[in-house]
């Protein structure tokens, strides 16, 4: 199983990003997916979290009304649209994936079976 994460860069406070990430080695379906990020000297921390179908998304809160999960089965890839980024919001961003007959989604890193390699968002003010 692959995860492969891109997307990330250098911009701006107020500029927007979408990250990708792109699976392979597994039946996409039958996953939920997720996005973390760990800022320097931070822990890994939740971002947002989608079901195997699209119809059930959660998000931290602080990015809440920013950012917007998305998945595409078809291309078993799925999305991280970032808005109105800001300084806080610079981390290394992986992509995570956990089988969906466990739960449907997940915030917590302990119930992801798969991980991304990150790809970095720097966020200057």
Do not use: H
């Not at 701006?12 to 990430?21: K, N």
């Not at 760990?38 to 971002?47: D, L, N």
């Amino acid at each position: 199983v692959q995860l492969q994460a891109s997307g990330g860069g250098l911009v701006q406070a107020g500029d927007s990003l979408r990250l990708s990430c792109a699976a392979s080695g597994l039946t996409f379906s039958r996953y939920y997916m997720g996005w973390f990020r760990q800022a320097p000297g931070k822990e890994r921390e939740f971002v947002a979290t989608i079901n195997w179908s699209g119809g059930s998304k959660r998000y931290a809160d602080s990015v809440k009304g920013r950012f917007t999960i998305s998945r595409d089965n078809a291309k078993n890839t799925w999305y991280l649209q970032m808005n109105t980024l800001n300084p806080e919001d610079t981390a290394v961003y992986y992509c995570a994936a956990g089988p969906s007959s466990s739960y449907s989604t997940s915030t917590a890193l302990r119930e992801y079976t798969y991980w991304g390699q990150g790809t970095l968002v720097t966020v200057s003010s």
